[in-house]
DNA sequence: ACTAAAATGATAATCATTATCTTAATCACT
DNA sequence: AGTGATTAAGATAATGATTATCATTTTAGT
């Protein structure tokens, strides 16, 4: 990973709070969490350090069916399987990539910094409801 | 691929409709294409239909970086490279994921309907203003 | 210290999606 | 066909995350 430009202190306050965390998590709850913990910063300048941390490669966000976006650090490979009714997103352990196909599939003229995989479908309770009504 | 249950009319006029297209549409998109063509329904009655033919495993949808979900059919396997600064998708011609591993990735309690598979970086022209600036 | 550029804060604006609630259509059954 | 119950639909308000705006503060380089 090539070295990042320089950050302010409020990009590396987010950007630290993400290294401390196992999950993704929202914009808001970062905001809210850093707010918390007696930062003193506002809620743009959270969307501002999550996008450029984003330009720089470090960062990835995926978006929720609700319309919300998560964030992470990139050196967290997780996917997810995720239900088309009730929104519930579970990781899988292990990215079932083709590691041999995957830098071909790529378009020649991107640089790519992260993937996202996700499965969807229904859940059993989910499944369930669906199969009784 | 199971029986659909039975559509109701608008149902089956949003499912024709995404028949005829040959890549995803917003909800929106969609809703102003049916009004074009004289249907009357409204936007909300799209986006029951929709979701009702995601329960259904016929149809799929992305969330875009912008936070508005495009659908499409499910028989549509396109996978996409995204920019993360100036949002330009584009499709993959091949989906790289190993067919071997796929099944045993998916959670065990899940009714698998289909997988996203999206890379993220930047394109060409934003990576040159990134290393420009 | 000084000026230009970048970052920040506060808040308004945007916009897709969802909720609500009333009305219309459909269905099962007699 | 009639009736009551269930489902679908329409119209529109509400929600909520994200972005835009703009005035102010901070930073970097000279």
Redesign the interface.
Known sequence: MSALSHLTPHQTTVFNLLKTLESEVSAQTLYAELRAQKHRLGLATVYRALKHL??Q?VV??R???N???VYSLVSEEK?Y?T???CGTS?P?E?????EQ??P????P????????????????PC?EQ?TVT
């Open positions: 984003q330009l490669g990835q966000a978006s929720l069916p319309g919300e976006a996917h399987v239900c088309v009714k579970v899988l292990h990215c079932p990539i083709d196909t995957m071909q599939a790529v378009a003229h991107f640089k790519i910094f992260y993937h996202t995989l996700e499965f969807f479908g229904l859940c059993s499944l669906e």
